[in-house]
């Protein structure tokens, strides 16, 4: 079994909505929670990151990170064709990422 | 603007040829990195580098070297190409500790062999 798990999609949702990304993990000892986006033919970029469990909002982006249920959850509000692209998580314990297999994501003006 | 910069963005070479695919950081990072990606799927670690002089395999067997001589620059080699390396490479760093800067990607290289 992979540490971190990902849904690869693809996920397809209309211009506008409410996105729901999630990964869930296996290694307890990781600390930081990490999104990168890739767009199609690119390296991926970091997008944010959460520090142990709670929340973080950036703009229309709002991670979030349950330690006690290894869930962690990226949501994206008012989704633009923009946003277009494949998302990985990537948890770490202060060493290496570990990343998800991450999820494309498709957004349709 | 990229602080880490791969040559060349594509490369289509012929089986058996020795290919050098070439990875710069000017942030001083200690930690570099290479993976290896299909279109559409994960990434996989193939090396890792901690330092100068310092080099490790990833979980990914590969067929590929790399060397550290300098710390902005981590280049890897295929000795003999063959059809099964076409991926595209992606290299990236890191500062010592990981924590909440993560890694920075390069744009990657574009490996097709024929």
């Known amino acids: 079994q992979k540490e971190v798990e990902q849904d690869p999609g693809p996920l397809s949702v209309p211009e506008g909505a409410i996105v729901s990304l999630n990964c869930t993990y296996s290694?307890?000892?990781?600390?930081?929670f990490m999104w990168y986006r890739q767009y199609s033919r690119k390296g991926p970029e970091l997008l944010m990151y959460?520090?142990?469990?709670g929340n973080k909002e950036d703009g229309r982006f709002t991670a979030q990170v349950d330690k006690s249920s290894k869930y962690i959850s990226l949501f994206i509000r008012d989704s633009q064709p923009s946003d277009s692209a494949t998302y990985l998580c990537?948890?770490?314990?202060?060493?290496?990422?570990?990343f998800g297999g991450g999820t494309r994501l498709m957004v349709k003006p | 603007e990229a602080d880490i910069y791969q040559t060349p963005r594509y490369l289509v070479i012929g089986t058996g040829k020795k290919i050098t695919l070439e990875c710069s950081q000017t942030?001083?990072?200690?930690?570099m990195y290479w993976y290896q990606q299909d279109p559409g799927m994960e990434l996989h670690l193939i090396h890792y580098?901690?330092?100068?002089?310092?080099?490790e395999k990833g979980d990914l067997s590969s067929e590929s070297t790399v060397s550290r001589i300098r710390t902005e620059h981590f280049p890897l080699t295929l000795e003999s190409a063959r059809p099964s390396h076409t991926s595209q490479y992606l290299c990236a760093s890191s500062e010592g500790g990981v924590g909440r800067y993560g890694y920075t990607f390069g744009s990657g290289t574009r490996l097709t062999v024929v």
């Open positions: 959460t520090y142990s469990s």
């Open positions: 990537a948890p770490h314990a202060g060493n290496m990422l570990t």
């Open positions: 290694n307890s000892a990781f600390q930081y």
């Open positions: 942030m001083g990072h200690d930690k």
């Open positions: 580098s901690y330092g100068v002089n310092s080099t």
